[in-house]
């Protein structure tokens, strides 16, 4: 009886996803992309500028700027 639990539990708790971290630098490209993509042009900047942070000003690619750009222009 008390395996037949155990084996319940951990059956269970296998099934449960894993949490998705959304303030990884992928996640939160992913999100400006996809606001972008929408045409949500000022929320894009703010998560691209955002993912320039995170990564600290040396790290910026010119891919991002021009992300930046493309939303302003």
Do not use: W
């Not at 998705?20 to 894009?44: S, V």
């Amino acid at each position: 009886m008390i395996k037949r639990i155990l084996r319940s539990v951990c059956l269970c708790a296998a099934l449960v996803p894993a949490q998705t971290n959304y303030y990884t630098p992928e996640n939160i490209l992913k999100f400006a992309d996809y606001l972008m993509e929408n045409r949500e042009y000022q929320a894009a900047v703010s998560e691209y500028q955002r993912l320039s942070y995170t990564l600290g000003q040396t790290l910026i690619a010119d891919s991002l700027l021009l992300k930046i750009a493309l939303c302003y222009h």
